[in-house]
């Protein structure tokens, strides 16, 4: 079964920093696009960042200059390097990937940030 589990999440003073790491199968790394999505409370899941299969990265404008994506396929690992966070960055976030026409999520890693 694919499984995507997301870890690193915690609690940081604004201006912190984290890294949020996802693992899942092989082939999901190899072959698709693979992104983070961030759900706050009372809020629609928005999308952060994508990485495609061949390492292109795009981010939405609300976190550029202050997220990097990234993957390591060896490790079968996503990660995501947050920098200069604030409190309005606080939300589960979450770990996404497409094999076929099926989406993906792993059950969310809790970010908060205090201000």
């Known amino acids: 079964q694919v499984q995507l589990v997301e870890s690193g999440g915690g609690l940081v003073q604004a201006g912190g920093s984290l890294r949020l790491s996802c693992a899942a199968s092989?082939?999901?790394?190899?072959?698709?696009?693979m992104g983070w999505y961030r759900q706050a409370p009372g809020k629609q899941r928005e999308w952060v960042a994508r990485?495609?299969?061949?390492?292109?990265?795009n981010y939405a404008d609300f976190v550029k200059g202050r997220v990097t994506i990234s993957r390591d396929i060896a490790k079968n690992t996503l990660f995501l390097q947050m920098n200069s966070l604030k409190p309005e960055d606080t939300a589960v976030y979450y770990c996404?990937?497409?094999?076929?026409?099926?989406?993906?999520w792993g059950q969310g890693t809790q970010v908060t940030v205090s201000s």
């Open positions: 092989r082939s999901i790394f190899s072959n698709n696009a």
């Open positions: 996404h990937a497409v094999l076929g026409t099926l989406d993906y």
């Open positions: 990485i495609t299969s061949i390492g292109s990265t």
